[in-house]
């Protein structure tokens, strides 16, 4: 007999499961420790206008989607149409994502935040999305009114050391916002010599925010660090890059200096100039975390805007970028071994993109535990492409045979939208089902204490633990 859809016991196959999800892991408050959420909306506290502003606007899952489907663009990201067309065309494009992530996601969002059980299609898109917008009207749904409810205690935005901390300066000023946030230092903008128009123009920005002159190298690193303190001044104590993969290269002070020297006046660096140029400011990078007792994130392995057409029509992250195939093992031991072999390496978390790489990087992280803190080198989450039923269990597996998934840190949003937080509750499901699995085959031991105590530090008390950000 079928089991009906999205119940409370939903993904939990055994009694065991559901006791340990419902006794130990739901309870736990969330720690979203890397998102994209903007920060102006949460220091203006902002009310959304209808449901796709806070659900469709900006997600480029959806939009893959609604685009394999045979939406056109226009009813996708188009100026032209209105929000209830595309939130239309997307209703539409729902009952074809059965078994797509976006299918559990979709309906346990609508579920969680606005009580709507009903399934999402054409013929049910009116009435949903004028319920939600009624609800979304209500002070309840505001920004603060969200994460409320969702019980986030803290969140870590992402964010361009060259830019001001306004937002953050307001957030951290205002009592009533019922979560803390923080920074992370994303410092991405730091390694383009090799596109010389983008790159000064950053620095340019680097010059205004820290207010010391990038005339020369040294200039330029000591304004880095003045972005690193001031984001440390307000509560930052993250660090994250995005790159396709660490390089395989060494750089002197003297190299460094003339690769930044031919950029500022307008020579590209070559591809050995730029992975040596990379090599030196990643280095500088986890100096300054480490000095501060920061932890680095590193998520490695995305392709990026590979349909250069509607790269050009859409720019960035509007669901064009794709898994890469890097060679990752050789560079990032020698990164991690450089910072280590001068005592200064940071807490750091490895992301992997390419599933073909998950016992790579969760064997390396072991390579890497000094005894100074439990799992000072943790393996990431399931991101981006990965962070969906199947991909969370290979890489709680692969950190389980390979690792201690006891000192995991658990799960992130890495999301621009507030509804996402239901993440955290599928990710708790397929975790304490995994666990319960195990349980009913008698591959652990049925001790409610020990292994509740492992889902509640994985939800939460271990990221709580680990992070160190102030007043958490």
């Not at 609604?66 to 009813?75: L, T």
């Not at 790579?360 to 990431?380: E, H, P, R, T, W």
């Amino acid at each position: 007999m079928a089991s009906p859809f999205l119940t409370d016991d939903f993904l939990l196959h055994s009694d065991v499961a559901r006791e340990l999800y419902h006794e130990y892991a739901a309870r736990e408050p969330i720690l979203d420790y890397h998102c994209h959420l903007p920060p102006a909306q949460i220091a203006g506290n902002h009310r959304f206008r209808n449901l796709y502003e806070v659900w469709l606007a900006g997600d480029h899952y959806k939009w893959r989607a609604m685009r394999a489907n045979g939406v056109p663009e226009e009813q996708i990201t188009g100026q032209e149409t209105s929000d209830w067309e595309k939130f239309l065309a997307y209703a539409r494009t729902v009952p074809r994502t059965i078994r797509n992530p976006l299918y559990h996601w979709t309906h346990l969002e609508l579920k969680r935040f606005f009580g709507i059980g009903t399934l999402l299609d054409e013929s049910s898109a009116r009435a949903v999305w004028d319920e939600a917008n009624e609800k979304l009207a209500t002070p309840e749904f505001s920004t603060h009114g969200i994460l409320k409810a969702s019980r986030v205690v803290a969140v870590c935005t992402t964010d361009d050391p060259a830019d001001p901390l306004p937002h953050h300066e307001a957030i951290a000023a205002d009592a009533d916002c019922p979560t803390r946030v923080y920074p992370t230092f994303r410092p991405d903008g730091a390694l383009l010599a090799d596109r010389p128009e983008a790159f000064n123009a950053w620095i340019a920005r680097l010059e205004e925010s820290s207010g010391v002159s990038c005339g020369s190298y040294a200039g330029f690193r000591e304004a880095i660090e003045a972005r690193h303190a001031a984001f440390h001044a307000i509560g930052g104590r993250l660090s994250d890059h995005g790159m396709e993969a660490l390089p395989l290269a060494t750089c002197t002070d003297a190299e460094a200096a003339a690769i930044y020297d031919r950029a500022r006046r307008g020579v590209a660096a070559t591809p050995k100039e730029q992975a040596k140029f990379t090599a030196h400011l990643m280095l500088f990078f986890g100096h300054l975390d480490a000095g501060r007792g920061w932890t680095k994130q590193l998520h490695l392995g995305a392709l990026r805007n590979v349909n250069e057409r509607m790269a050009r029509r859409l720019g960035k992250d509007s669901g064009f970028d794709t898994i890469g195939s890097y060679q990752h093992a050789e560079p990032l031991a020698r990164y991690l071994d450089a910072l280590d072999s001068t005592d200064q390496l940071p807490r750091t978390i490895l992301y992997n993109l390419n599933p073909a790489d998950n016992y790579l990087f969760a064997c390396m992280i072991g390579n890497f535990q000094d005894g100074s803190v439990a799992g000072k080198v943790q393996y990431g989450s399931g991101w981006w492409f990965l962070d969906q039923k199947e991909a969370m269990e290979w890489q709680i597996n692969a950190l389980s045979n390979l690792g201690l998934l006891s000192r995991f840190v658990g799960m992130l949003t890495d999301s621009r939208s507030f509804l996402s937080y239901s993440r955290h509750e599928y990710f708790r499901r397929i975790l304490c089902n995994l666990i319960g699995c195990d349980v009913v085959n008698g591959e652990l031991p049925h001790d409610m204490g020990l292994l509740g105590g492992i889902v509640r530090d994985i939800c939460f008390r271990n990221a709580q633990a680990y992070f160190r950000l102030p007043g958490v």
